[in-house]
């Protein structure tokens, strides 16, 4: 993917997959993710719609690295209950490619480089 601004279907379609992939996330429960709070925060996908990097925040931040695992080996299965509920407006489902969205570990490093 490049830097090139998303154009209005891209950031349509990749609101809807946010959106679709948070509530499918929630729906399986806190226990399918160790007990770990799972957000999809960002998706960006490709102009031509065939990947969308998902970004993840999952806290505590102590199990992302089970959970993000967890994603990865659940991938077809995510992405098939995605299909069921784009099919209407998507010809194709995208490729997801998960990825951990490290703004919030970022931001907490800051606040704490401030109180020193």
């Known amino acids: 993917m490049d830097n090139k601004p998303a154009g209005t279907r891209q ?14 996330i929630r729906s399986k429960g806190m226990a399918a993710w160790g007990g770990a ?14 990947i969308a990097k998902v970004f ?16 990865e080996e659940n991938k077809r299965a995510l992405r098939g209950e ?14 997801i490619d998960f990825l951990l969205d490290t703004s919030l570990d970022y931001a907490e490093h800051i606040d704490e480089l401030l109180r020193k």
């Open 37 to 50: 709070m799972v957000t999809v925060s960002e998706v960006r996908i490709s102009p031509d719609l065939s």
């Open 82 to 95: 995605l299909g069921r509920k784009v099919a209407s407006q998507l010809r194709i489902v995208p490729e």
């Open 56 to 71: 993840v925040s999952i806290f505590p931040t102590d199990k992302q690295a089970s959970v993000m695992q967890a994603l």
């Open 11 to 24: 950031l349509k379609v990749a609101r809807e997959l946010q959106r679709d992939l948070a509530e499918i």
